[in-house]
């Protein structure tokens, strides 16, 4: 069935350092992807999203690019700050038409990234 | 304009109760989603309905039920309730157009604990 790995955490960073966090998928067909940031005590917010192979997502500093040949969305941001602390989900779709995911959200673990000043 | 809504916040129970949970989706949505996030794991998905009528399941026990009203709002009811389903519980509504349908906007969850 669809999948989603995402590299486990915590992630510690410094202030304004570079920020990866891996992500790759199982599923059959071209699945959406999405990133989903959620910050203490608070519900998911969508962070970006590609719909199709080699789609770029990008949202307040951070993208992802929709890789089909490695099937991976890997996170990224060039400069974090502190207020960039909080868990980031992978996640992915299956397309209209399709099984498995169909309609809803498969999710990875989760990865807690913490930003320190 | 609102987002979804979920109450009530937080919520205490014993094992053996059930609980209800309800979410009232972005106005003009018609598709509801449940999803369980036990504690440091990634959200699980429970059901999916649209316009009603259910349009997915995940793997949940038949304790876990769901329904959607005519105003598209929704309730989960969890019965016989177990220590392992003390969860935050997330929904999340999607709208109508072909662009937006796999966009899914969630709610802040409702925090159920099971003593």
């Known amino acids: 069935g669809d999948s989603v790995t995402q590299m486990e955490g915590p992630v510690t960073l410094s202030e304004e350092a570079f920020l990866t966090i891996n992500c790759t998928y199982t599923?059959?067909?071209?699945?959406?992807l999405f990133w989903y940031v959620q910050y203490p005590g608070e519900g998911l917010q969508l962070l970006l999203k590609?719909?199709?192979?080699?789609d770029k997502g990008s949202n307040k500093g951070f993208e992802a690019t929709y890789r089909k040949e490695t099937t991976s969305f890997h996170l990224e941001k060039g400069s974090v700050q502190v207020s960039d602390s909080a868990v980031y989900f992978c996640a992915l779709m299956a397309p209209e038409g399709y099984g498995g995911s169909q309609g809803n959200l498969i999710f990875g673990k989760g990865t807690k990234l913490s930003v320190k000043p | 304009d609102a987002g979804v809504t979920q109450s009530p916040t937080h919520l205490i129970k014993t094992r053996g109760q059930h609980v209800t949970l309800r979410c009232s989706p972005i106005s003009g949505h018609k598709s509801v989603s449940w999803y369980q996030q036990v504690l440091g794991q990634g959200p699980q998905f429970i059901f999916q309905?649209?316009?009603?009528?259910?349009?997915g399941r995940g793997n949940f026990p038949d304790r876990f039920s769901a329904r959607q009203f005519p105003n598209y709002s929704s309730e989960l009811n969890v019965n016989a309730l177990l220590l392992g389903d003390s969860a935050l519980y997330l929904c999340?509504?999607?709208?109508?157009?072909?662009?937006?349908?796999?966009?899914?906007?969630f709610g802040p969850g409702t925090r159920l604990t099971v003593l």
């Open positions: 309905y649209y316009e009603k009528e259910e349009r």
């Open positions: 590609a719909t199709k192979a080699d």
């Open positions: 999340a509504s999607s709208g109508l157009r072909q662009g937006d349908r796999n966009e899914q906007f």
């Open positions: 599923a059959t067909g071209y699945p959406s």
